[in-house]
C-alpha cells in the first residue's frame, strides 16, 4: 500500500505526542495517591508553582507526609540543565518549602529509606 503524504504526516505526528506523553510525569505517575484528599492543592497547582520556583523539566513527583508546614508536601525532581534540583512545595499551603539541588549522596539515602519504608 502507498502512503500519502498526510498519513505519514499524521503517524509521525501520533508517534511524536506518544513519545512526548511517556516522557512527562502525569497525574497518574506519581507516588501518593492515597494522600490526595488531605491535599488542598492539586498535582498541576503543585507542578506549577514548582515549575515557577525552579524552571527546568520535572522528572520525578511524589505526594509524602513529611516535617515541615503542613506536615504533607509535592516533592518533585526538576532536572535544569545538567543538574537535578529538589522542590518540595506544601500541599495545603501551597507555599515552597525547598528548593536544593539534590546531590547523588542525598538521593541514594531516599532511596535506601523508602525501600526500607516500604518492607515495613
Given at each position: 500500500m502507498k502512503m500519502t503524504l498526510d498519513m505519514a504526516l499524521i503517524a509521525a505526528v501520533s508517534l511524536l505526542a506518544?513519545?512526548?506523553?511517556?516522557?512527562?510525569?502525569?497525574?497518574?505517575?506519581?507516588?501518593?495517591h492515597e494522600l490526595a484528599g488531605s491535599a488542598k492543592l492539586s498535582l498541576a497547582q503543585a507542578r506549577d508553582v514548582a515549575l515557577k520556583a525552579r524552571p527546568g523539566k520535572i522528572v520525578d513527583q511524589e505526594l509524602e507526609k513529611e516535617a515541615g508546614g503542613?506536615?504533607?508536601?509535592?516533592?518533585?525532581?526538576?532536572?535544569?540543565?545538567?543538574?537535578?534540583?529538589?522542590?518540595?512545595?506544601?500541599?495545603?499551603?501551597?507555599?515552597v518549602l525547598e528548593n536544593g539541588s539534590e546531590s547523588a549522596a542525598k538521593e541514594a539515602g531516599e532511596a535506601k529509606t523508602e525501600k526500607a519504608g516500604a518492607k515495613h
Open positions: 506518544t513519545a512526548t506523553l511517556a516522557a512527562t510525569p502525569s497525574a497518574a505517575n506519581y507516588t501518593g503542613s506536615g504533607l508536601r509535592y516533592s518533585f525532581d526538576i532536572k535544569s540543565h545538567t543538574t537535578i534540583y529538589e522542590v518540595g512545595v506544601d500541599a495545603v499551603t501551597g507555599k
